[in-house]
């Protein structure tokens, strides 16, 4: 891989884990910033569709048909994502959506497209259940849940969820895209276009708490907009200067830096354990590249 390339997946990998961090923070917040979230996303973006050849493609039925599908995934993937952020730890979520997503994405390519991964990238997947399993227990040492309370630690289960939410746009997205030709910058703001729609139904009469979310977490919600499209539009980028085997594992990375954040900023608890887990992770989807 180039340095321009690598330079640009990092860049990706940052700009993810910040919006990764950004959401943790205002997880309560729900439903009223993820309406702003899209909508600033969408007002953000949607100039550079000029700047890359408009929608570019002839099959307008399916860009449409793509994009409303994507956009229930992705508002379900956030929900998920925000409901696990609130109920656990920023570390453990992201780990185990992370590591979980493109696990299942190789199964379900296994199951359903009849692709045959190597041994190398089974233990790849492996080592990814290792690791997340290893955060759990982590988590649970760090922050032992009360006696009163059974069951699964909740941020392992959220962070499963998400990546189930994570691997189910990935594959339809790559689907899509693939087959009607569309740009993926067109397709993207066209997602979040509709994400707004959907977010206006799901509020109904909360839609008053907008001006207040506005005027509390404004600077939140521009940094999201600006950072949640560009992690996906710089990996798209890169894509045509490196290899995706070598992008995709490579822009894993984030794990690391939310682990890092989480545990020395959060202060989440075995700092050393938790950084380790979640390069066992990265070194598991690194070997899924094979």
Known sequence: MSLAALAIVLAAAVAHATWNIVAHGVSRAGLPFLWWAALASAVIWAPVIL???????DDV?????????SAVLHVVYMLVLLRGYNAGSLSTVYTTARGSGPTISVIA??????????????????????????????????NPLPSTRRGPDP???????????IAGYTLWDSHIVRETGASPVAFMV??????VVIYTVLLRGR??????????????????GVLSPLSYILILFAV???????????????VVIVSVFGALVL??????????ASLVVVAGIVLLAF
């Not at 700047?51 to 493609?57: A, E, V």
């Not at 039925?61 to 599908?69: A, S």
């Open 51 to 57: 700047l890359t050849g408009g929608i570019r493609t």
């Open 109 to 142: 390519a296994v199951l359903l497209l009849g692709e045959r991964p190597s041994v190398i990238a089974l233990v790849g997947v492996a080592a990814i259940l290792v690791g997340v399993v290893a955060t759990g227990v982590i988590d649970a040492r760090a």
């Open 240 to 254: 045509t200067l490196a290899p995706v085997a070598l992008v995709a594992p490579t822009r894993e990375v984030s």
């Open 267 to 276: 202060r989440e608890g075995k700092a050393g354990w938790r950084i380790g």
């Open 155 to 165: 941020a392992i289960v959220y962070g499963l969820l998400t990546g189930v939410a």
């Open 61 to 69: 039925n399916g860009f449409l048909l793509g994009i409303t599908v």
């Open 190 to 195: 066209g997602c979040v276009a509709l994400e």
């Open 207 to 224: 839609v008053r708490e907008l001006p207040a979310m506005a005027k509390a977490q404004w600077r939140k919600i521009l940094v999201f």
